[in-house]
């Protein structure tokens, strides 16, 4: 079994910023990791962004925040 990651998703997951609440603005990746697993706790919200929610904490469980940061550097948003 071949894992091909979709592009675009990873584009828009590296350059999301969370919408609401005291870490608005903020990229996701730059969420507290503590933050991360108490919405994995209490349930990620529906939507695009729960699924980035839960992403973003497997991405910084496994140490790949390197990667996103990559991305953000190379493909900025204008």
Known sequence: MEISPDKQKLLELAHYKMPFGK???RYLIDLPLAYLVWFRQKGFPKGKLGEYLSTTLDIRENGLEPIIRKI??????D
Do not use: G, I, L, R
Not at 72 to 77: R, T, W
């Open 72 to 77: 953000q550097k190379e493909f900025p948003v």
């Open 23 to 25: 870490y608005k603005e």
